[in-house]
């Protein structure tokens, strides 16, 4: 039965600081949690509905949970349908065009968790975080969304299950995702996926003192052009071994560097130009943001996108930034993105009853 009359859980959104797109074939990545949240609110109906209130993208619903878990089930055959075949026309086929497709997802990954008949629910979704900009935005809805729904009907969220549906959940958005952005968003700090071919190895929580993280500074280059997943499966065939290579050199580099107890700022800023480098080789990062990237990098700083990139621009999503000890209080050429002022490291899924 519900113990509480209503639920709040609240989960961070991510960055990868290095290893994007050569995560998804098994490549290592680093990722840290960002200070932007997605809050999702459970209040019960007695009329056993399932009301949808998601007011960041314009949709009020009424519906009822077989409903959800049809709907569920379709987005996974056409995942199927995908999966076997994981180019772009199949990948656009996998999302849809529902605004509420990963609320609606996550609710139905969710029913089978349950232990006992669901319950009416109103559920809110309200989120500070970019769309397609690499923020982890569903991850951090598909996280948030279960945590309160099971928190909502058995009393508190089990971490496993949570992970669960949000990892199910991503794939239905994403197509192929690493895992990083669900484990990262639920566990908060900072995560590192090591190396594994087949994937089978988890996240782990790596130590990283916050005055390192505090030398990155943020932007937004606005939303990309193509969905996450598109611009992965565009790019998989650039993912040579030399190029592999590289973004594991990066992408140790950085995490090595990052976790020393005083951190040398010249070793970040070598590995996050090295990380640059091989995002512009997949050819995901546009014109407007490698100029921004050159001119800091002139400067004696780095920059890098911190997500999928973008195939035809003129936005690519999160920018990070490091500058030089003796740089200007603001990187150059960075005036037409908007700064992000948000700490990385911050805790992880947070829930509390109302």
């Given at each position: 039965?519900?113990?509480?009359?209503?639920?709040?859980?609240?989960?961070?959104?991510?960055?990868?600081?290095?290893?994007?797109?050569?995560?998804?074939?098994?490549?290592?990545?680093?990722?840290?949690?960002?200070?932007?949240?997605?809050?999702?609110?459970?209040?019960?109906?007695?009329?056993?509905?399932?009301?949808?209130?998601?007011?960041?993208?314009?949709?009020?619903?009424?519906?009822?949970?077989?409903?959800?878990?049809?709907?569920?089930?379709?987005?996974?055959?056409?995942?199927?349908?995908?999966?076997?075949?994981?180019?772009?026309?199949?990948?656009?086929?996998?999302?849809?065009?529902?605004?509420?497709?990963?609320?609606?997802?996550?609710?139905?990954?969710?029913?089978?968790?349950?232990?006992?008949?669901?319950?009416?629910?109103?559920?809110?979704?309200?989120?500070?975080?970019?769309?397609?900009?690499?923020?982890?935005?569903?991850?951090?809805?598909?996280?948030?969304?279960?945590?309160?729904?099971?928190?909502?009907?058995?009393?508190?969220?089990?971490?496993?299950?949570?992970?669960?549906?949000?990892?199910?959940?991503?794939?239905?958005?994403?197509?192929?995702?690493?895992?990083?952005?669900?484990?990262?968003?639920?566990?908060?700090?900072?995560?590192?996926?090591?190396?594994?071919?087949?994937?089978?190895?988890?996240?782990v929580g790596l130590p990283i003192d916050e005055a390192a993280l505090s030398m990155c500074e943020l932007h937004h280059?606005?939303?990309?052009?193509?969905?996450?997943?598109?611009?992965?499966?565009?790019?998989?065939?650039?993912?040579?071994?030399?190029?592999?290579?590289?973004?594991?050199?990066?992408?140790?580099?950085?995490?090595?560097?990052?976790?020393?107890?005083?951190?040398?700022?010249?070793?970040?800023?070598?590995?996050?130009?090295?990380?640059?480098?091989?995002?512009?080789?997949?050819?995901?990062?546009?014109?407007?943001?490698?100029?921004?990237?050159?001119?800091?990098?002139?400067?004696?700083?780095?920059?890098?996108?911190?997500?999928?990139?973008?195939?035809?621009?003129?936005?690519?999503?999160?920018?990070?930034?490091?500058?030089?000890?003796?740089?200007?209080?603001?990187?150059?050429?960075?005036?037409?993105?908007?700064?992000?002022?948000?700490?990385?490291?911050?805790?992880?899924?947070?829930?509390?009853?109302?």
């Amino acid at each position: 039965m519900t113990t509480a009359a209503a639920v709040r859980a609240r989960a961070p959104g991510k960055l990868i600081l290095a290893g994007e797109h050569a995560a998804v074939v098994g490549g290592p990545v680093l990722a840290a949690a960002i200070g932007l949240h997605c809050t999702a609110v459970v209040r019960p109906r007695r009329d056993g509905a399932v009301e949808l209130l998601l007011p960041d993208v314009d949709v009020r619903r009424v519906t009822d949970w077989p409903t959800l878990s049809r709907y569920t089930a379709e987005a996974r055959r056409r995942w199927s349908a995908f999966a076997t075949d994981p180019g772009g026309p199949a990948f656009a086929a996998v999302r849809g065009d529902d605004p509420a497709h990963v609320v609606a997802a996550t609710l139905g990954e969710t029913l089978p968790h349950l232990r006992h008949a669901p319950s009416g629910i109103s559920l809110t979704v309200t989120s500070g975080l970019p769309v397609g900009a690499g923020f982890g935005s569903s991850a951090a809805t598909a996280v948030a969304t279960c945590a309160a729904v099971l928190a909502h009907h058995h009393g508190a969220p089990d971490a496993e299950s949570v992970a669960a549906v949000a990892a199910r959940t991503e794939k239905l958005q994403h197509g192929t995702p690493s895992g990083i952005d669900t484990a990262t968003v639920q566990r908060g700090g900072t995560q590192w996926l090591p190396r594994d071919t087949h994937r089978t190895a988890g996240a782990v929580g790596l130590p990283i003192d916050e005055a390192a993280l505090s030398m990155c500074e943020l932007h937004h280059t606005g939303p990309a052009a193509e969905p996450t997943g598109q611009v992965v499966a565009a790019v998989r065939a650039r993912l040579t071994p030399q190029a592999l290579a590289q973004s594991e050199h990066a992408t140790t580099s950085l995490s090595a560097a990052l976790a020393r107890p005083r951190p040398d700022r010249s070793e970040v800023i070598a590995a996050i130009r090295d990380s640059a480098r091989f995002l512009a080789r997949l050819g995901v990062v546009p014109e407007g943001v490698a100029a921004a990237i050159r001119t800091v990098e002139e400067h004696g700083g780095a920059a890098k996108i911190c997500g999928a990139g973008s195939l035809t621009g003129p936005g690519a999503g999160a920018l990070l930034v490091v500058r030089p000890d003796d740089g200007p209080a603001t990187a150059p050429g960075l005036a037409p993105f908007t700064p992000v002022a948000a700490p990385l490291g911050v805790a992880g899924l947070h829930w509390e009853e109302l």
